[in-house]
């Protein structure tokens, strides 16, 4: 009996036939994509707006009432950690992962359709238990984003009753919705690609999500270990983390515990989470680039080797984050060293889309401008990061604001950037209609000079000793007036980039309540995904057949080719040369 491949299978499709089916409990992976991006997009606005309050705080010290010292940690904490795991993690991976993923690798969904609609739901619910921490007594819990013991769960931290307690509730549920999407992303990437889809034929994207997958299933569990530990030390009295301690006058009934054990744990998922959320980034960027140049992105093979050997040496540098713990100079050295060694496949990556960019057709698109502004922030940010990843520099850098904007260089503006690049890129593929491209520009200037007039200052401040998480600094002598003067422009601008966003809010909902059509493959992309028999893709992505890849994604500007791009799917017999044109090779 001949064996019908997965991609090929179409008996587990689940059809809906509600609008229940179809629209809530939806088991198709576009849909749940869309709920991922809107679920994401809706909570990182609130983590926009506790950012705008450190601000007020931070530039404008005394003059909001309602901004307590409480309130300001509480804003911190709860701004760090939506950024990071609810904002950037769900968007890339639950998001882009879950849309791109069966539509670039020609699958007609997900393996396991029921388990991914049950993974957005999962991820769904720790949203619901996160945000309900700020209507508990006490308040979401204000101990910083990283969530360190013994201060975590010590009475004088704010929201160390309840707070803490939903906090970490919600990263064990967080977890196991990643685990579910996690799983299936690998699975169908590796056993249902369709027809000549080999692995060096995948879109960068998806190298990007795949190596970030596999990140994020072997670094995960050490943070849910941890929060689960840390619950317990809270609530039942153990000792996994809290060592002996007296607070507010009274002894504890703590013995044993290890604080920094918690921080390697911490870190031993927190750094490969960095690239949890970069290479997928960098993937896009990959593809956003190649399309918008009109050119093949430059040394395939190398970008995807360098994506690979980032996710590995990922897991050998997280004690660069602990210099100031007081570790073994001679552990120090190690992670110094791992840590300057992962700069080299990262550069590669930069060099490479700088080459992508060389001698290209470049098209100054909305996608593109927010991709070539990626190359620009990511690079500054990682210039400030070889800093930090000497021991020596770090001591005395690494609780000021020079860490500040150097984490928000690398892990919020540039994946920020690649975000909106995505998302414009994208949208027509989703929606059938194009962002406007006026506002899409406005926007775009607004955010790329706004971050630049936030953070540039701000390595400044860190020079200068200014210290990052303080509520307020006083009349301290060694923090001149200038740094004061300083940080109200950085508020200013702050204020400035956020209402920014909003430009992108209402040029979502203006396009899809009255905006034209867009025509089909609007950027004439060569990848799978625009050639679906409709766009939108409809349930099953493909009709009644499967395409059959002959070529990889980024045949683009072919020599003799009639036309500037070659989809992956037309084989060479198909192709049409201008009079005497010949094909000089395919590139792979």
């Excluded at 009996?1 to 629209?23: C, E, N, S, V």
């Excluded at 993690?89 to 998001?95: C, R, S, V, W």
């Excluded at 508020?491 to 400035?496: F, L, M």
């Excluded at 909902?509 to 025509?519: A, E």
């Amino acid at each position: 009996m001949t064996h019908i491949a997965i991609a090929d299978q179409t008996a587990h499709l689940h059809h809906p036939k509600t609008f229940i089916g179809k629209y809530i409990w939806s088991q198709d992976h576009k849909v749940i994509a869309i709920q991922y991006s809107v679920t994401a997009i809706f909570v990182g606005l609130i983590a926009l707006l506790l950012s705008v309050l450190m601000r007020l705080q931070l530039g404008f010290p005394g003059q909001f009432n309602f901004i307590s010292p409480d309130a300001y940690l509480q804003f911190v904490t709860m701004h760090g950690m939506i950024m990071v795991i609810y904002l950037l993690t769900a968007l890339l991976l639950g998001g882009f992962g879950n849309y791109l993923i069966p539509l670039m690798v020609g699958t007609r969904d997900m393996v396991f359709p029921y388990l991914n609609m049950l993974s957005y739901w999962f991820y769904l619910v720790s949203v619901i238990v996160l945000m309900s921490s700020f209507f508990v007594t006490g308040g979401p819990t204000g101990a910083g984003w990283t969530l360190y013991p013994p201060q975590s769960i010590l009475a004088g931290t704010p929201g160390s009753g309840s707070g803490i307690v939903l906090m970490l509730l919600s990263l064990a549920i967080f977890i196991v919705a990643f685990t579910m999407g996690g799983l299936n992303y690998v699975t169908t990437i590796f056993q249902a690609r369709t027809r000549g889809m080999t692995l060096m034929r995948m879109p960068l994207t998806i190298w990007g999500i795949l190596t970030a997958t596999i990140l994020g299933l072997l670094a995960f569990p050490a943070l849910l270990v941890s929060a689960i530990m840390m619950l317990f030390d809270a609530l039942l009295g153990t000792s996994f983390f809290m060592p002996a301690i007296v607070s507010l006058g009274e002894p504890l009934n703590h013995e044993g515990g290890s604080p920094i054990l918690f921080q390697h744990l911490f870190w031993f998922f927190g750094h490969p989470e960095v690239y949890i959320v970069a290479l997928p980034a960098f993937g896009m960027v990959s593809d956003v680039l190649s399309v918008h140049a009109r050119k093949n992105i430059f040394g395939y093979r190398m970008m995807v080797w360098a994506i690979v050997i980032i996710g590995g040496l990922s897991f050998v540098v997280w004690a660069h984050h602990m210099y100031v713990s007081g570790m073994n100079p001679y552990f120090g050295f190690f992670f110094a060293t791992t840590t300057l060694i992962i700069a080299v496949p990262t550069a590669i990556k930069v060099y490479n889309w700088v080459l992508t960019l060389w001698r290209g057709n470049i098209h100054l698109t909305v996608p593109m401008l927010f991709a070539i502004g990626f190359i620009f922030t990511f690079t500054h940010g990682g210039l400030s990061g070889l800093f930090l990843g000497n021991v020596v520099v770090d001591l005395p850098l690494s609780d000021t604001f020079f860490v500040v904007a150097h984490f928000h260089m690398v892990m919020g503006v540039s994946p920020i950037m690649v975000l909106f690049a995505a998302l414009y890129h994208w949208f027509p593929l989703v929606s059938g209609k194009q962002l406007h491209t006026g506002l899409g520009k406005l926007h775009f200037w607004g955010t790329f000079l706004g971050t630049y007039a936030i953070y540039l200052p701000m390595h400044y401040l860190g020079f200068l000793g200014v210290p990052r998480r303080y509520y307020a600094l006083g009349d301290t002598s060694f923090i001149p007036e200038s740094a004061h003067v300083l940080n109200e422009d950085i508020t200013i601008a702050a204020i400035i980039v956020a209402l920014f966003q909003l430009v992108f809010v209402v040029n979502v909902i203006w396009t899809l309540r009255s905006g034209p059509r867009s025509v089909r493959n609007p950027w004439g992309v060569a990848s799978l995904e625009w050639h679906t028999p409709d766009v939108p893709p409809a349930h099953g992505n493909w009709g009644d057949a499967l395409p059959t890849v002959h070529r990889w994604a980024y045949d683009y500007s072919v020599p003799g080719a009639k036309h500037d791009f070659i989809p992956q799917h037309v084989a060479e017999e198909n192709v049409e040369y201008e009079a005497g044109g010949r094909r000089v090779g395919e590139g792979e």
